[in-house]
Structures are given as structure tokens and as C-alpha cells.
């Protein structure tokens, strides 16, 4: 069965993930870090996406991103894979893939969605167990985002400069998100749209993107006797 394409609308953000074959380390040192950041700028410089949040974890990569062209994300994401991988390859001599497949992404709801992408991407290492706190952790957004550090590929979005009239309003409301830590729900939530491919958003989000789209959003309704004439007439 064809693979239906993915939910992209120029202006829309979407959460992205790319993780490494089986699993597998895709950083294994500093240097590795800070080529595919510097790769994932210049991608996203010349294919039109702003990155708004991001972490570097061991074996996959979280992105916010948002594109100003159709084939924005996936020819960004194509042109620092292809670079990723030569550097990789090249450093410790191996050959063959690195990724795991297609990316996976979902298309954001801002308005009820995106701090808490933001949140659940920056705090994935705090889940995982690598440190207490986000601000610990060296290889994501929360640094620019929370506290101004220089970061020049990540791109504040629309609601992000609605927290504050100066930077440092921003980051101090930016910071006070942290104080608590997303709801198990919403964490699912984020986690299913993301993996599955469908849209991230509520429900009047949900039938706006349906109604321009032409296609459904989210899987379908489980439910009813598949035996009665009620549910075959309705099927």
C-alpha cells in the first residue's frame, strides 16, 4: 500500500522526528553535535524552514520546525542527512546507512500546541534521565529560548515573541513553563500525532486542516456492533 504524504502547509510548524538505524548512536562526540547544527542552519537557511526548538539526543533528533515552501522540511532534512552521514562515515569508519527510515512529523496546532512541543523537545533529556533539568543539557534550544544563549539557527515563532515586549520578558516567561512538566496526556498525545502522522491541534484546528486538505486528520472512531444492520448501513 502507497504511503499517504504528509501533512505540509507552508506557515504551519511541524514536530519532527529522525532517529538513528535500530537505534543506533548518531553522536558519539562534541564535534558531532556541532556539525549537524551547523548543517541543520545552513539546511534550513537555504530550503526556508525556521527552526523554533530542537535536542540532540544520542540516538534520534527532535525539531520544531517551520516551512515556507511545500518541500521545505524534506529537502532540509535530505540535504543535513547527506552531509550528516559522510562526516559520520568518515569518522569512524564505517559504511552504509545512519537513519532510520522516513522522518516522522506532525503538523502543529499553534495556538493550543506549540509550548507544549516546545516543552516535551527540550525536556526530552530530563525524561530520559540524562539531567534534572533542561538547562542542564547542552545540545538543545532551551538555552536560547530560556536564557538568550547565542544560538543563531533557531528562529523565535509568532507565539514565542507574543510572551514578553523585550527578550529578557520572553525568557523569563519562557522559564516559568518549566516550573511544572507536561500532563501525562498531553505528553501521549504529542507522541501518537507524531508517530502515526496525523495532526496535532483541537478539534476546530483539526476539521479546518481536514476541510483544506481533503483528507481525514486523525484515525477513524472505533466503536459499534460490526455485525448490526445499524453499523453496515452506516459503514
Known amino acids: 500500500m502507497a504511503r499517504l504524504p504528509r501533512f505540509v502547509i507552508p506557515g504551519y510548524p511541524q514536530h519532527v522526528i529522525v532517529r538513528g538505524n535500530n537505534r543506533s548512536a548518531i ?15 545552513a539546511a534550513g537557511e537555504k530550503h ?31 540535504m543535513v542527512g ?48 540524562m539531567v534534572a533539568h533542561a538547562s542542564e543539557y547542552p545540545w538543545s534550544s532551551y538555552g536560547f529560548n530560556a536564557a538568550g544563549k547565542e544560538n543563531a539557527g533557531v528562529v523565535g515563532h509568532a507565539e514565542y515573541r507574543k510572551l514578553g515586549r523585550n527578550a529578557e ?12 512538566r507536561l500532563s501525562a496526556h498531553v505528553t501521549a498525545e504529542i507522541r501518537a500525532a507524531t508517530n502515526k502522522a496525523w495532526v496535532l491541534g483541537d478539534d476546530r484546528f483539526k476539521k479546518h ?18 455485525r448490526s444492520k445499524a453499523f453496515l448501513r452506516e459503514a
Not at 48 to 73: F, K, R, W
Open 48 to 78: 526556508q524552514c525556521d527552526l523554533h526548538a530542537y535536542v540532540l539526543m544520542t540516538n534520534h533528533v527532535h525539531l520544531l520546525l517551520t516551512p515556507h515552501s511545500e518541500n521545505g522540511i524534506s529537502k532540509a532534512l535530505q
Open 82 to 129: 547527506r552531509y550528516y552521514v559522510q562526516h559520520y562515515n568518515a569518522c569512524y569508519q564505517r559504511t552504509g546507512t545512519l537513519w532510520e527510515g522516513r522522518y516522522k512529523a506532525t503538523l502543529i496546532d499553534t495556538e493550543t500546541y506549540l509550548f507544549a512541543c516546545m516543552r516535551y523537545i527540550e525536556m526530552n533529556p530530563v525524561r530520559a534521565g
Open 209 to 226: 486542516i481536514q476541510g483544506q486538505m481533503e483528507r481525514r486528520v486523525e484515525p477513524a472512531t472505533r466503536g459499534g456492533d460490526r
Open 27 to 41: 553522536f558519539s562526540k562534541e564535534a558531532d553535535y556541532v556539525f549537524y547544527l551547523e548543517k541543520l542552519k
Open 169 to 180: 520578558q520572553r525568557q523569563a516567561a519562557y522559564r516559568q513553563l518549566f516550573r511544572s
